[in-house]
């Protein structure tokens, strides 16, 4: 799992209410990056991150913000959830001299 | 548009058989080509990448093969088991551009005894 966790793994939430969902690896890579998978959907790309404090949007990147304060976490930040997004959120990072991404366990939000 | 299509969508087969599942692409430039599997409940894992110069990659009783003329891939599975029950999703990475991997949306496998 290239020492990636993710927190919450699980959450139920209201509409209209912040999330906060969060990203932490051990082992220093420079890239990450916040991905949502959906029934019928791709895994799609949210933002990602090439380093502290640099981020970058994705293709489904409205409604979320991102914050890398420092190179082990990178969180994804729901101003006010709708139930749109309501989906499985995964994080990964980049490694290696192929620059494989490795995924996280997922975070499976609910948004009622 | 880059896109990454796969087929089919599920298939059920029985424990000891062998299976082949298909990736058609529209990705350009093309860098590279990598199939994961996603266990339920789990994020994707790598089994293999080729580049395009590459037409056959193993990975155990994985074999993948791609022919970057037609914009082809297949992910062969050879004597499976009941472990192999996963989705398998065919990943296309671009060259250049700000989302750098276009994800096919899988193939569910489900391997029965």
């Known amino acids: 799992d290239a020492g990636i966790t993710q927190s919450p793994r699980h959450k139920v939430t209201e509409t209209g209410t912040p999330v906060t969902l969060r990203c932490h690896q051990t082992?220093?890579?420079?890239?990450m990056y916040w991905y949502r998978q959906d029934p019928g959907h791709g895994l799609r790309l949210i933002h990602y991150?090439?380093?502290?404090?640099?981020?970058d949007k994705g293709e489904v990147s409205d409604g979320y913000s991102v914050s890398r304060s420092k190179t082990e976490d990178f969180l994804l930040t729901l101003e006010s959830a709708t139930s749109s997004q309501t989906s499985v959120y995964f994080c990964a990072i980049t490694a290696g001299v192929q620059e494989t991404q490795y995924f996280g366990p997922g975070t499976r939000l609910l948004v009622l | 548009k880059n896109q990454v299509e796969q087929s089919p969508q599920s298939l059920i087969i029985l424990e000891g058989k062998n299976c082949t599942l298909q990736c058609n692409y529209t990705v350009s430039p093309f860098s590279n080509l990598r199939w994961y599997k996603q266990d339920t409940g789990r994020g994707p894992v790598s089994l293999t990448i080729?580049?395009?110069?590459?037409n056959t990659k193993s990975n155990g009783r994985y074999t993948a093969t791609l022919d970057a003329d037609t914009k082809q891939s297949s992910l062969h599975i050879t004597a499976s088991q009941l472990s192999d029950s996963a989705s398998y999703i065919c990943v296309v990475s671009v060259r250049s551009g700000n989302t750098p991997l276009v994800f096919g949306k899988g193939t569910r496998l489900s391997v029965i005894a």
């Open positions: 991150s090439y380093g502290v404090k640099d981020t």
């Open positions: 082992e220093n890579h420079r890239y």
């Open positions: 080729m580049t395009f110069s590459e």
